[in-house]
């Protein structure tokens, strides 16, 4: 039982290069989640997912797009990357809404864009 | 404003010492409280979960909700080496599926 994992762990991408954040979760979990976490910014939602084939955007959503195409697959793509999305991204996952909703999250992704 | 306010930090303290986090928050719908531990180049878990107000211990770690002054706090007591990391309070609405973090607060505690 592997929880959350993300890939790549690192990346080094160029301004307006492209990339594709890969989550696998393996608990049968209905709602996933990206964040990113910039110094003392905490934890911001970037785009979720409710089930199969459902997305939705969450507080900073501009410059990234997501895609559920599997149940235990969640995609985080950058189009053309910007410094600006130079961060540490993490992906969570729970079986809950409301009450319930402990979040299992992956180790994270760290990315540079020069 | 932002809806769940923290303060980051670094808050250093000498191991032993009882420790105070804090969140303040605007939105009067948040039902569940949440507090998760983050260690250094690691996800965040989940380490004290709250509902509405009151309080909540276990172990060296007591979690207290006052909904009416919009304020929840995690205390740690006998604080350890160990418990050096990042703490982010987070919160939900009843039938919510996301939650709000803060900021997150970097505790150090020294030996």
């Known amino acids: 039982n592997a929880g959350v994992t993300q890939t790549p762990k690192f990346r080094v991408l160029k301004t307006g290069q492209s990339m594709t954040l890969l989550c696998a979760q393996d608990m049968n979990h209905e709602y996933m989640y990206w964040y990113r976490q910039d110094p003392g910014m905490g934890l911001r939602l970037i785009h979720y997912s409710v089930g199969e084939g459902t997305t939705a955007k969450g507080e900073v959503p501009d410059g990234y797009n997501v895609s559920r195409l599997k149940k235990q697959n969640f995609l985080l793509g950058l189009e053309s990357a910007a410094p600006s999305q130079t961060s540490v991204y993490f992906c969570?996952?729970?079986?809950?809404?409301?009450?319930?909703?402990?979040?299992?999250f992956g180790p994270g992704t760290r990315l540079t864009v020069l | 404003q932002k809806e769940v306010e923290q303060d980051p930090g670094p808050l250093s303290v000498p191991e032993g010492a009882i420790v105070s986090l804090n969140c303040t928050y605007s939105n009067s719908a948040f039902q569940y409280f949440m507090w998760y531990r983050q260690y250094s180049r690691k996800g965040p878990e989940l380490l004290m979960y709250t509902y509405s107000s009151g309080n909540k211990e276990d172990g060296r770690f007591t979690a207290q909700v006052d909904k009416s002054s919009k304020y929840i706090s995690l205390f740690i007591r006998d604080s350890q080496p160990s418990d050096s990391a990042t703490y982010l309070c987070?919160?939900?609405?009843?039938?919510?599926?996301?939650?709000?973090f803060g900021a997150g607060t970097i505790l150090r505690v020294k030996s």
């Open positions: 969570a996952s729970t079986g809950w809404r409301g009450a319930y909703n402990e979040q299992f």
């Open positions: 987070a919160m939900i609405e009843e039938y919510g599926n996301k939650l709000v």
